[in-house]
C-alpha cells in the first residue's frame, strides 16, 4: 500500500519567496497549470482515497486535479511558522542563518510557532491513519513541510537533509503493511513531465 503525497501548485506567496505556513495565499497562474498538468497523471496512480489537507491552497489543487468534496485533515496542515509567517525567505536567511538553518534541520522554533517535533508527530498520526482507512493506495494533497516530516518520519532522513519538493509534484511512500513503522521511498519529486525547477519553495 502507498501514501503518495502531492504537493499543492505554486501559489502567490511561493512565488514571491515568502513562508506561508498555516497562512493562505491563492494559486498563482503556474500553480494552476502545475495543478492541470498533473491531473491526468494522478487520476492515472488510480488512489483508492484522496484526503487532502484542509487549508486553501491544497483544497484548489485538489479540486484542479479533478477530485471533488474529498475528506480534510487538518493535522495534513503545514507547519505553523509562527513570527516568521509572510517573511521573505532570502532576507530571513541573511539576517538569521544560523536560526534558520537550525529551523531546517528542526532544532529551532520561531516564536509562536510549532516545534518540529510536534509536527511530525501529527504528520505521523495522519499518514498512519491514511493506511488504516484504506485498504489500497491513498493520495494526500499537502505541503512540502508535511513530505519533509514525512520523510523524517518513514524513511528516517533528517529535515535538513530533504531536499525542498517542486509544487505540483508527487513523492510515493510505500509501506508493507497498515502498522508498518517505516516505508520504502518508491518516488520523490516526480511529475507527468520534467518538474519546473525554477518555482521556489
Not at 100 to 115: I, Q, S
Request: aromatic share 6%; hydrophobic share 40%; charged share 25%.
Amino acid at each position: 500500500m502507498r501514501v503518495i503525497l502531492v504537493r499543492h501548485g505554486e501559489t502567490t506567496w511561493n512565488a514571491e519567496q515568502r513562508l506561508q505556513g498555516q497562512d493562505n495565499a491563492p494559486l498563482s497562474q503556474r500553480g494552476v497549470q502545475q495543478a492541470k498538468r498533473f491531473a491526468a497523471f494522478a487520476r492515472a496512480l488510480a488512489p483508492a482515497r484522496v484526503v487532502s489537507s484542509d487549508l486553501g491552497r491544497t483544497r484548489e489543487t485538489v479540486n484542479l486535479l479533478g477530485f471533488a468534496d474529498v475528506p480534510v485533515d487538518e493535522r495534513l496542515r503545514e507547519i505553523d511558522m509562527g513570527e516568521w509567517t509572510g517573511r521573505i525567505k532570502p532576507e530571513l536567511e541573511a539576517e538569521r542563518r544560523d536560526e534558520y538553518l537550525a529551523w531546517r534541520a528542526g532544532t529551532f522554533t520561531p516564536r509562536n510557532a510549532e516545534t518540529w517535533e510536534t509536527f511530525r508527530a501529527r504528520v505521523a498520526a495522519a499518514v498512519r491513519d491514511c493506511l488504516k482507512h484504506c485498504a489500497g493506495d491513498t493520495l494526500a494533497v499537502v505541503h512540502g513541510g508535511v513530505i519533509r516530516a514525512a520523510c523524517h518520519e518513514f524513511l528516517g532522513l533528517p529535515p535538513s537533509r530533504v531536499v525542498p519538493v517542486t509544487p505540483g509534484t508527487a513523492t510515493i511512500l510505500s509501506f508493507a503493511s497498515a502498522d508498518a513503522s517505516s516505508a520504502r521511498l518508491e518516488a520523490y519529486n516526480i511529475a507527468p513531465a520534467a518538474p519546473d525547477l525554477d518555482a521556489p519553495d
